[in-house]
């Protein structure tokens, strides 16, 4: 069952804690505006996944930016 955040205080403390555990976006979906809304799968090695869908323009840019830069959509 995936996280529903749509709002950036949530984002950031949730997007904070799976940083500072070791986990890594491994998968990203469809787009905030769309029905569906974003979707972003993360991993960790042992760790069942997350999922978190958002239709928030700003979260979607955030999970986008998780990896920094060894995200291949970011540089």
């Given at each position: ?36 809304g ?9 760790e ?11 979260v ?16």
């Amino acid at each position: 069952m995936p996280y529903i955040v749509n709002d950036m205080d949530k984002c950031a403390r949730f997007l904070s804690k799976l940083r500072a555990n070791g986990w890594k976006v491994w998968q990203m979906q469809y787009r905030w505006s769309e029905p569906e809304g974003f979707h972003a799968w993360f991993m960790k090695a042992g760790e069942t996944d997350v999922e978190i869908v958002t239709f928030s323009k700003n979260v979607q840019m955030a999970i986008v930016d998780f990896n920094g830069k060894n995200n291949p959509l970011t540089g």
